[in-house]
């Protein structure tokens, strides 16, 4: 599994593992970089399918377009080497026509998986909760916060690893549908919220990046769209009392 220690990556082994599924991580930590393909040869021998939820942090086209392409590629060609018979790839709701950021590379890697000679199955999610925690570190500026102005429909990694683990077990399905969370919410709020946790009360500013990152609703769930079920603050909720 390809990002198997990433924020969804862990549920994804998890949601396998309660499913009696042995998994393969292939991670730098692991001795795999998907980017120039290290590692991979004769790594997937006996696999049944690859899921990739690796990703890179980066905002620019170039080098987003050339993770997910190659990252993409070399996975592609691992498998037709070993005779796995299914890829899946986690993508994101409401990319269609992305040119610039890292959602030009998810366009890129839809792209290749969709193009590649490997049965495939993509689903597509929401941000996910998690992710107000990672721009919260990403966005540490001095004694503020800076996120980008977001309105999103996030969604637990934990639903997402369970959607993608029935998936692996389903066979290649193409494009299923979408994943979202149970309510739009705006990324500066979920943040704020993330801070009112004791001891950290940084203040958070939200700056339009209309570039960057998709327009007002474009990243909300269209018609067609599963649900799930866990809101931020149930998730929130959760994770402090851990
Ligand atoms: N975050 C969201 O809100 C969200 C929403 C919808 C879809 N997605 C998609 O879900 C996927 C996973 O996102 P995430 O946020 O869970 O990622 P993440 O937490 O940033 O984890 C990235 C994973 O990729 C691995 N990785 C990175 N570069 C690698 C390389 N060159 N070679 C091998 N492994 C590499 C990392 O392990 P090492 O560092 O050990 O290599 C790690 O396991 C991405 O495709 C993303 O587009 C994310």
């Known amino acids: 599994m390809a990002g198997a220690t990433g924020a969804v990556g862990v549920h994804v082994v998890a949601a396998l593992a309660e499913r009696g599924v042995e998994v393969v991580p292939l991670t730098r930590g692991a001795g795999v970089d998907l980017l120039t393909g290290s590692g991979l040869d004769g790594r997937l ?9 690796a990703s890179v942090q980066t ?7 050339e993770y997910f392409t190659r990252s993409t590629e070399n996975l592609l060609a691992a498998e037709a080497a070993s005779g796995v018979g299914h890829h899946l790839a986690l993508s994101i709701v409401g990319i269609d026509g992305a ?20 049965p495939w199955t993509i689903l597509r999610a929401t941000q996910f909760h998690e992710f107000a925690d990672q721009l919260r570190a990403r966005g540490r500026l001095g004694p503020v916060i800076v996120v980008p102005t977001m309105t999103i429909q996030p969604v637990a990694a934990v639903e997402v690893g369970a959607a993608l683990a029935d998936a692996v077990l389903a066979g290649p399905s193409g ?13 500066a709020d979920l943040v704020r919220r993330c801070e009112r946790a004791p001891g950290a009360r940084t203040p958070v500013f939200s700056v339009p990046m209309p570039r960057l990152i998709m327009r007002t609703s474009g990243l909300l769930a269209g018609p067609g769209a599963r649900l799930g079920k866990v809101s931020f603050d149930e998730w929130l909720a959760g994770r402090t009392r851990d």
């Not at 021998?45 to 939820?53: R, S, T």
């Not at 905002?59 to 377009?65: D, F, G, I």
């Not at 366009?107 to 490997?118: L, M, N, P, T």
Request: aromatic share 4%; proline share 4%.
């Open 45 to 53: 021998d006996g696999c049944d399918a690859v899921v990739d939820v």
């Open 59 to 65: 905002l620019r086209t170039k080098q987003a377009v």
């Open 175 to 187: 494009r299923i549908p979408d994943l979202a969370g149970p309510r739009v919410e705006q990324l």
């Open 99 to 118: 040119e610039v950021g890292y959602y030009a590379g998810k366009v890129a890697q839809e792209r290749a998986v969709v193009g590649g000679s490997i």
